[in-house]
């Protein structure tokens, strides 16, 4: 199909995909694909609702929603501030600090949970003082999940939204400084309105992070029923001794991450050509 009044656009000889690309192309495809599908096939379906329904799952799902949910709200307060500096601030050393808050992208989980405790645990370098001075002890607790989750998921909320903010027309900016409004009237109604869609898709990508943290919290929050036992940490303990629960558990992380991934399509995919 061609639009009205445009010349019908024809492929170059030699354009095309290489016959020999073909075969690892389907290989890879079917790498990705393939495990999501045997988890599909292997679901009982017809036993989903008394798994979904059972208080154990209840609780780790509310618990992975809420401190997914506060996560996220963390990224948001933090990492926006922290994108409008990286992209916009005169800052001396930025690709250095561009490579620290990447760092967790890359960093294993596991070390980021030591990390987190050697940084906030009671004998760490600030959690003795939070304990000796104010009674509040972090590690093992709902606090340290929600710690845990943002500590991993902020990147990818700093990372969106500072490319956001690089796209963005800075021209906007400029007469809305002209017309007198100051700076931070015109971050609040010029800049975050222009750049809302990239603050969306980076809060979904870190909520879609927080649900599936694993190494941090259980190393970091522990692993105790309606406290810190989230979703994941569930599927991996039910593995052991209930396979089908772990399957149905499993099946639910899966279904949010494919809204996530529906709903970000139109962020993501605009350029694609299809």
């Known amino acids: 199909m061609t639009r009205a009044g445009s010349a019908p656009v024809r492929r170059v000889p030699g354009t095309g995909v290489p016959p020999l690309l073909l075969l690892?192309?389907?290989?890879g495809l079917a790498f990705l694909v393939l495990p999501v599908v045997a988890v599909l096939v292997r679901t009982p379906w017809s036993a989903l609702p008394h798994q979904l329904a059972r208080p154990e799952v209840l609780e780790s799902l509310r618990l992975s929603l809420v401190s997914a949910v506060l996560a996220t709200v963390i990224c948001l307060l933090l990492g926006v501030p922290l994108a409008w500096v990286l992209a916009r601030g005169e800052l001396r050393g930025r690709s250095l600090v561009r490579a620290l808050?990447?760092?967790p992208l890359v960093l294993p989980p596991v070390v980021g949970g030591v990390a987190l405790l050697l940084l906030l645990g009671r004998r760490g370098v600030v959690g003795q003082y939070l304990d000796a001075w104010f009674g509040i002890s972090l590690p093992f607790s709902t606090a340290a999940v929600v710690i845990a989750e943002a500590f991993v998921a902020m990147p990818f909320l700093v990372i969106s939204v500072e490319g956001?903010?690089?796209?963005?027309d800075r021209r906007y900016d400029d007469a809305a400084a002209t017309l007198g409004a100051s700076r931070w009237l015109t971050f609040r109604r010029v800049t975050l309105p222009l750049v809302a869609p990239g603050v969306t898709a980076g809060a979904a990508l870190s909520f879609a992070r927080a649900l599936g943290e694993f190494g941090a919290t259980i190393t970091f929050a522990g692993n105790f029923p309606g406290v810190t036992r989230t979703m994941p940490l569930s599927v991996y303990l039910a593995l052991e001794t209930d396979p089908d629960a772990a399957i149905v558990l499993s099946v639910v992380l899966l279904a949010v991450s494919?809204?996530?991934l529906a709903a970000l399509r139109g962020r993501w995919l605009s350029g694609v050509r299809r």
């Not at 690892?24 to 290989?27: E, H």
């Open 101 to 103: 808050v990447t760092v």
């Open 258 to 260: 494919v809204v996530v």
């Open 164 to 168: 956001a903010l690089r796209a963005a």
């Open 24 to 27: 690892p192309a389907a290989l």
